[in-house]
């Protein structure tokens, strides 16, 4: 994704988000948490929900597009910089914080878990 307005327009295309603000910052929320944020330390990053068991492998996997300093090591969420090739992966991954939050009957309106 090259910039905040791509990161903006998947979350959207995801039921039920919005877009708010988190620390006085832009940020997509879902049931009122958020999803990704400008929060980021970089102008050239945002911040990502995943899991925890991810972050390690998406570190080790594309260190050019997935990152943390230490304020965010052991917190359910990474750094990702914007203009990398990796613009299916981090959709997928939107979507999958989408689905963290997501109710039972959201999840089965929604369909597989992405």
């Known amino acids: 994704m090259r910039d905040w307005a791509e990161v903006v327009a998947a ?3 995801l039921p039920g988000v919005e877009q708010g603000s988190r620390y006085g910052r832009p940020a997509l ?10 929060t980021a330390p970089d102008p050239a990053s ?3 929900h995943v899991a925890l068991p991810d972050k390690e492998v998406l570190i080790d996997t594309d260190p050019a ?3 943390e300093t230490d304020h965010y090591r052991g917190w359910p969420a990474i750094l990702v910089r914007y203009g990398t090739a990796a613009t ?10 989408w689905w963290d939050r ?6 089965r309106a929604y369909g597989e878990r992405p």
Do not use: E, N, P, S
């Not at 299916?88 to 914080?97: D, E």
């Not at 997501?102 to 999840?107: L, M, P």
């Open 102 to 107: 997501a109710t039972i009957a959201q999840r």
């Open 11 to 13: 979350g959207l295309a």
């Open 46 to 48: 945002f911040v990502l």
């Open 29 to 38: 929320l879902f049931r009122g948490r958020m999803l990704a944020a400008t």
């Open 65 to 67: 597009t997935f990152w």
């Open 88 to 97: 299916g992966r981090i959709a997928t991954l939107l979507a999958r914080a």
